[in-house]
């Protein structure tokens, strides 16, 4: 009897995979937009220059969502040393 006596399977043929190239890269985040702000047309041509307005406003929107964050760290920051000052006093 020989050693190698179990059944071999048959196994289905793979199925070949097609991938068609878009040439946009694997992270294309060039049309994803902010809730409530209008998509732009991708065969419209790109804005020339920013101005003065909006990069202030680009500036401040990033300020304001990281101001509740960087308000956490400083009172995490600052219970840490006040308990590293009562156990070193």
């Not at 790109?46 to 990281?66: D, G, I, L, N």
């Given at each position: 009897?020989?050693?190698?006596?179990?059944k071999?399977?048959?196994?289905?043929?793979?199925?070949?995979?097609?991938?068609?190239?878009?040439?946009?890269?694997?992270?294309?985040?060039?049309?994803?937009?902010?809730?409530?702000?209008?998509?732009?047309?991708?065969?419209?041509?790109?804005?020339?220059?920013?101005?003065?307005?909006?990069?202030?406003?680009t500036?401040?929107?990033?300020?304001?969502?990281?101001?509740?964050?960087?308000?956490?760290?400083?009172?995490?920051?600052?219970?840490?040393?006040?308990i590293?000052?009562?156990?070193?006093?």
């Amino acid at each position: 009897m020989p050693r190698n006596h179990k059944k071999k399977k048959k196994k289905a043929p793979k199925e070949k995979v097609v991938y068609y190239d878009d040439n946009s890269t694997i992270a294309d985040m060039s049309n994803v937009t902010a809730p409530g702000e209008k998509r732009r047309d991708r065969n419209a041509p790109p804005k020339q220059r920013s101005t003065a307005k909006e990069k202030w406003k680009t500036y401040f929107s990033a300020v304001k969502k990281m101001i509740g964050p960087m308000l956490i760290v400083l009172a995490v920051m600052t219970v840490i040393f006040l308990i590293l000052m009562l156990v070193a006093y």
